[in-house]
């Protein structure tokens, strides 16, 4: 995927990725160049794989949403913990919204399989519950269509910009 990619379908290794119980960062700037972070306990992509849509506690959430609105850009991180196998995806063109039931309800299944990927190194379920965990009835949403992609695992390719269709890092 390259910045010309803008809308452009995501193949369903990167989907399967994508959804995969990650570890998500949400990020955003403020036209003032202040960046702001929150986790994401999960996300999920419309059925024409154009789209990712990135679930975020509304409470912790306040200054990211804000930039979001303000300037519809927002970057993504989507960690495999185990591995450190990481993409970045932004995108410019970000709305926040309501969560659906759907969403509210991958929240348990999410920390579930998170937890499990985090006893890799021995952290506990209740430290995941805590650090990604929330009240369900406050997660919104925010979509964006990816306009470029980065490889961001640890290593020589790290920052390196992703072309559509690529094997996966």
């Known amino acids: ?27 955003a700037c403020t036209p003032q160049r202040h960046s702001t972070l929150v986790k994401a306990p999960g996300c999920r992509i419309n059925a024409a794989r154009t789209q990712i849509t990135v679930l975020v506690p509304r409470y912790q959430s306040e200054a990211l949403l804000r930039a979001v609105e303000t300037t519809g850009k927002v970057a993504v991180v989507f960690c495999q913990p185990e591995t450190h196998r990481t993409i970045q995806l932004k995108g410019t063109d970000a709305v926040i919204g309501e969560a659906t039931d759907a969403d509210r309800n991958m929240l348990g299944p999410y920390l579930k399989k998170l937890s499990e990927r985090l006893a890799y190194y021995a952290v506990s379920e209740v ?19 990816p306009d470029s992609a980065f490889r961001q695992t640890p290593g020589q390719h790290a920052g390196d910009k992703m072309k559509l269709g690529a094997p996966l890092p």
């Open 127 to 145: 430290y995941t519950h805590t650090l990604y965990g929330c009240d369900p009835n406050e997660l919104v949403t925010i979509t964006f269509t």
């Open 1 to 27: 995927m390259s910045s010309s990619d803008s809308g452009a379908l995501m193949e369903q290794e990167l989907v399967d990725f994508l959804t995969s119980h990650l570890a998500i960062h949400v990020a």
